[in-house]
């Protein structure tokens, strides 16, 4: 066959190019992709709770009449309907789609019921959809009722060769009972399952009271109600925000309980894990954590699980407190997780918009009430169908010879019947259409009662949808009805996750319990490189440094304590004892470890000491006390206590102890004063201490006086000198003082 030759454009045969501006092309064509995703794929509709593939499974599966009183169809079969009529993606994002509606551990209220492998908790998949088997459950034949009655609008499919609802009539109150997860353009949403019985209790008294607040529904809404269990540990402060705003989240903890072992040992045994979270991953995790050795309260961990779940924790000794243990695996592992609450969904099926808990309640009433008004003129409309057929049934019985007669003999029987009685097109087609054998029953009083009884329906529908009153009266009575039909007192019904204030520990002891305890000694360098050694050490002499570098200091500590370091800038830096770099090396400079400046040299470290004072003293000789509480950094920045300026700088950080603190000076003048007189503050520069014409601090040391003052010469002998003795150097606090007793130290500072 030839190659087919095209006529030529008008502009001589050239390609037909168009020009177009790219910045508008690339905006409509990325509005509509993210209209499309928002609309038709992400987000879920207030009404129905469903996005359009879940829609439109429930759908398929109707037209399949697998009702939950019929027999299960392959669930291969139900996917290639979904994809071929209604929903042209690929056939395994709809198998998933159908599969997380079968799992009970995903779903607060199955939609759909499934036989087979569906997955489990532990995070496996499920068979491939030409083994497993589905039919529907009773709470999607609630979110069905009366779509064959007009309840909804449909829409043409995607090729128009049939179609789908644009929303389900929804007599569950499946969005917030079911909850929903999803990623749009630009928005997402985030909805925890509740309890159905709980919200249509606040439902019916939303109805009662249209004006009632967030508050009083939670009277009936407690909390999330997740198919997993679990705790939430929230304050209901905190849950009313989240319910008011349509935003915010719920902490969710394992529930777990102490089993004794027999002989004083006992273990932990985990029975509820929070939703969403993988069993097998979290088992995983809490082993990783544990050959890392960063739980050393917890020996072991094994999985018992059969049908429920069984997590045994072992301690590490029967000593341990099962509170902590479980605090630091709380913060460390997914035992412990957040559900966010975003509520952004479909309002009216068109417009995404972030609902308070009540915002939904009334727009899934609202959407009740549509269907009801809906579902009811389609009844009034067939009834009055009936009604018409059954005065044409009633003129044939009167009139039944009559009628046979005109059948055999006449050539036109519905045109002469019509004109002979005044019958309308249905009546007179529904006389020719009945059977024989019908003639026999066609009896008058069987037709009068059942006209009477659609009149008198008739009467009741007419009078519904005249009321708005009696609408509500409906919606309340089939609200009731579902209550009931999931209620508390059902296996299905029953609440499964629970309240409770998280238990208060010490913040240290629940970072201690997340550190294995070891001693160790800190080194650090005259350069500010800083290391761990293993164990207490006692002989410094072998400690290597870099060529140039020497011993500043060290001191012991424990793998749990916290490091402060006290820089020449005025700043508190806090480093962790087990973050500290081994000492198989040199260690590593204090400025990769914390933002330390590069003007600033370190004065001093030390272990942190809650309940200590310190006295902070620069090289001018100002200084003030702190509480050791106060400099804690919670940041690599650290914290700013003491305030100096260039060429000022921060020089010593002691301990306070003792009544009195005596104080020496470059120019090797002394002076002894009481320590009331220097002011406890929280950051700041400080009160003059000593007078100097030039120069600065030497050394001070605290002291009581009632016990003397003592100091080490080079030869480390220990001289006192007693309250009398000091007598001439006791003065006001920022006096210049006077030269220094006879036998201090040359270096002129205290040893």
Known sequence: MGKRLLPPDDNGGGDKIEPVDLKEALERRYLAYALSTIMHRALPDVRDGLKPVHRRIMHAMRLLRLNPDQGFAKCARIVGDVMGKFHPHGDQSIYDALVRLAQ????????????GNFGNIDGDNAAAMRYTEARMTEVATELLAGITEDAVDFRPTYNEEDEEPSVLPGAFPNLLANGSSGIAVGMATSIPPHNAAELCDAALHLIEHPDAPVTKLMDF????????????????????????TGRGGFRVRSKWGQEDQGRGTW???????????QKARLIEKIAELLMARKLPLLEDIRDESAEDIRIVLVPKSRTVDPGLLMESLFKLTELESRFPLNMNVLSRGKVPNVLSLKGVLKEWLDHRRDVLIRRSKYRLGEIEKRLEILAGYLIAYLNIDEVIRIIREEDEPKQVMMARWSLTDNQAEAILNMRLRALRKLEEI?????????????????????????????????????RDKFGPETELGKRRTQFADAPEHDLTDIAHAMIEREPVTVVVSEKGWLRAMKGHLTDYSQLAFKEGDSLKLAFHAQTTDKILVFTTGGKFYTIGADRLPGGRGHGEPIRIIVDMENDQDIVTAFVHDPKRKLLLVSHDANGFIVSEEEVVANTRKGKQVMNVKAPDEAKRCIPVSGDHLAIVGENRKMLVFPLSEIPEMARGKGVRLQKYKDGGVLDLKPFTLETGLSWQDSADRTFTRSREELAEWIGARAAAGRMVPKGFPRTGKFG
């Open 267 to 277: 273990s932990i045994v985990v029975t509820e894990i929070p939703y969403g979270v």
């Open 104 to 115: 009970e551990f995903s779903m607060r209220y199955p939609l759909v019921d499934g036989q």
């Open 446 to 482: 069987e037709i009068r009662k059942e006209h009477d009884g659609l009149i008198e329906e008739k009467r009741q529908i007419e009078a519904l949808l005249a009321s708005e009153a009696r609408q509500w009266s409906t919606i309340k009575w089939q609200v009731t009805e579902i």
């Open 221 to 244: 809404v407690q909390g999330p109600d997740f198919p997993t269990g679990g705790i939430i540990v929230d304050s209901r402060a905190s849950i009313l925000d989240a319910y008011e």
